[in-house]
C-alpha cells in the first residue's frame, strides 16, 4: 500500500494534501476538524498586524452549470487578534502533533518580522510561510504582492527571516508578474528552504449590470479581487513548471496550489514537481470531506503503477515539457467517430466547419451519423474536445512512427519556409472548400455568382 507521508523541506506530514491560508483556517476549530477529516497539513490564515475587513467579500464566474469555476476575493489577511490565534495554534499542535501547521506570515518592517517569526515558533508552527502575494489591500500597504512583484525586496525579506527562523520556511510567490522565476530565483538566493505558488490572480471577475460596479459590490464601488479556483489551475501548472525546470530552483522544495479539485489534479502537480499541494477555493466550495476522494484516488493511483512514496513519482512529466520548437511535426493523428456512441447532435460538424478544417461530412442520406473526411482532418483534436459523448470522437495515430523531425532540426538544415508563399509551407495545398461553398444555399444566387 502507498505512504502518502511526506518531508517536505523538514515539514513533516502524514500526506501531501494541505489546506492553503484562507478562511478554511481562519482558526483552530477549522483546523482540528479538517485535520481529523483526513487532510495533512494546514497554513494558517496570514498573520500580522489584524486588519479591518469589508462586508461583501467574494464573487464568481459560474460557467453554465458549475458553480465558481473561478473564485474572487477581496479579504485582506487575518482580522483576529494574533494572541488568539497562537493559542489555538498551540492547541491544535498538541491534539495533532504529527500534522503540519504551517503559519503564514505578512508584516511590513525588519523587527516585526523577527517578532511575529519568534511568536509563532514559540506557539509550536512546524514552518513558516512568507505570504508575498494578496493582490488587493495589503499590496496597497507596500506588503502581498507588492513585495512578490519585486524580486530584490522579496530577497531582502526572505533573508530578514532566515537571519532568525528556526523553522522551515516557505515562500508563498504572486503569480502577477510575467516572469515567475525571477521571484523565484530571488527566493532561492534570499535562501528560503521552499517555495509554493500560486497566491491570487489580480482580476475584475464581472461587473454588476445595475450598479455599474466590479463584483463583489461595496456599497456601490468594488476593487480588483484575487482570482483562484478551477479556472486557474493551468496557468498555475505552467508557473510551477517553469520553477521546477529551473536550474537554480529545481532542488528546492516546490508545494502547488491552484484549483486543485480532486486527485487528479493533486498527480497532475506532483507530476510537474510539488511533494505537496494546498487547497483553498475546493474547500470553500465543497467543505473538508474533498480530502477522502483525493487520498483513495492518489493511494490507488499509486498502487497501480507500484509507487511507493510520492516521490517515485514527483517531477515524472519535467522532461516531457519542451519548447515547440522540439515537437515531432511528423507524428500525424486524425479524428475518428465511434458510431455506436454517437447521438447525432451535429456539434463536431459545426465546430471543424466554422472553426477549424472542413473535415467532417453530415450523411446525405438522412442518417444522423457525421463523418469524417480523412484528407482535410489536421489532428487539432478540436471535434474530441466539442463532442459531448466520452469517448465518441477520439484520435487515432495515422503515421508509423518511424519519423522524426522537430522545426529546430529544419531550422538548423534550412528547410523552414522563409517566404510569403514558400512551397515548404505546411498548409500548402491543403484543400479548403471554394469560397463559393460557403453561399451555395442561399436564395439569391444569382447576386453571388456575378
Ligand atoms: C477568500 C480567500 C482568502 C485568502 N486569504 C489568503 C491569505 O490570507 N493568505 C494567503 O497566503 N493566501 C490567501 N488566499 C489564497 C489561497 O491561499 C490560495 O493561494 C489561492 O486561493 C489559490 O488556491 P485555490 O485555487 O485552491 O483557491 C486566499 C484565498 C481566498 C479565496
Ligand atoms: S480533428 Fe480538427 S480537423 Fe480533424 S475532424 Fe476534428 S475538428 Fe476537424
Ligand atoms: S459531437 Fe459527438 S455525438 Fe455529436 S454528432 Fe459529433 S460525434 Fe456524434
Not at 494534501?17 to 481562519?26: D, E, R, V
Amino acid at each position: 500500500m502507498a505512504d502518502l507521508s511526506v518531508n517536505f523541506a523538514g515539514i513533516k506530514a502524514p500526506n501531501p494534501f494541505w489546506l492553503a491560508s484562507a478562511p478554511p483556517t481562519n482558526s483552530g476549530y477549522q483546523i482540528m476538524k479538517a485535520f481529523e477529516a483526513g487532510w495533512g497539513g494546514a497554513v494558517w490564515k496570514t498573520l500580522g498586524v489584524p486588519v479591518i475587513n469589508v462586508s461583501s467579500r467574494y464573487g464568481a464566474i459560474n460557467y453554465r452549470d458549475t458553480r465558481m469555476a473561478g473564485f474572487s476575493n477581496i479579504e485582506l489577511i487575518t482580522d483576529r487578534p494574533l494572541e488568539d490565534n497562537l493559542r489555538e495554534m498551540e492547541e491544535v499542535k498538541k491534539y495533532f502533533p504529527d500534522h503540519a501547521v504551517i503559519a503564514s506570515l505578512m508584516v511590513n518592517s525588519k523587527d516585526e518580522w523577527h517578532q511575529i517569526i519568534k511568536d509563532v515558533e514559540n506557539a509550536g508552527a512546524d514552518g513558516i510561510e512568507l505570504n508575498f502575494g494578496c493582490p488587493h489591500g495589503m499590496c496597497e500597504r507596500g506588503m502581498g504582492s507588492a513585495v512578490g512583484q519585486e524580486p530584490a525586496v522579496l530577497k531582502t525579506i526572505v533573508e530578514w527571516v532566515m537571519e532568525v527562523a528556526k523553522i522551515p520556511v516557505i515562500t508563498k510567490l504572486s503569480p502577477n508578474i510575467t516572469h515567475i522565476v525571477d521571484p523565484g530565483v530571488a527566493a532561492v538566493q534570499g535562501g528560503t528552504d521552499a517555495i509554493s505558488l500560486v497566491n491570487t490572480f489580480k482580476s475584475i471577475v464581472g461587473i454588476d449590470l445595475d450598479q455599474y460596479a466590479p463584483y463583489p459590490v461595496v456599497d456601490g464601488k468594488g476593487s480588483n479581487g484575487g482570482y483562484c479556483g478551477p479556472a486557474v489551475k493551468p496557468i498555475a501548472l505552467h508557473m510551477l513548471k517553469d520553477l521546477a525546470q529551473h536550474e537554480d530552483i529545481s532542488k528546492t522544495p516546490l508545494c502547488g496550489i491552484g484549483g486543485i479539485e480532486t486527485w487528479r489534479d493533486v498527480v497532475e502537480f506532483i507530476l510537474l514537481g510539488a511533494t505537496s499541494v494546498q487547497v483553498c477555493t475546493a474547500v470553500m466550495h465543497y467543505g473538508f470531506g474533498i480530502v477522502r476522494e483525493m487520498e483513495a484516488g492518489l493511494t490507488r493511483f499509486m498502487d497501480d503503477r507500484g509507487y511507493k512514496t510520492i516521490y517515485d513519482f514527483a517531477g515524472k512529466a519535467l522532461p516531457n515539457v519542451t519548447e515547440w520548437k522540439n515537437l515531432n511535426l511528423k507524428y500525424d493523428v486524425k479524428a475518428t467517430i465511434d458510431e455506436d456512441k454517437c447521438v447525432g447532435c451535429d456539434l463536431c460538424y459545426i465546430a471543424c466547419d466554422d472553426g477549424a478544417h472542413q473535415a467532417i461530412a453530415l450523411p446525405e442520406d438522412g442518417s444522423r451519423i457525421p463523418s469524417i473526411i480523412e484528407k482535410n482532418c489536421v489532428g487539432c483534436n478540436l471535434c474530441s474536445l466539442v463532442c459531448p459523448v466520452e469517448d465518441c470522437i477520439t484520435m487515432v495515430r495515422k503515421d508509423e512512427g518511424k519519423e522524426h523531425v522537430t522545426w529546430q532540426e529544419k531550422t538548423e538544415a534550412y528547410e523552414i519556409p522563409v517566404a510569403f508563399n514558400d512551397e515548404r509551407a505546411g498548409g500548402r495545398g491543403h484543400y479548403v472548400p471554394n469560397p463559393f461553398e460557403a453561399v451555395k444555399h442561399f436564395k439569391d444566387q444569382k447576386k453571388w455568382q456575378e
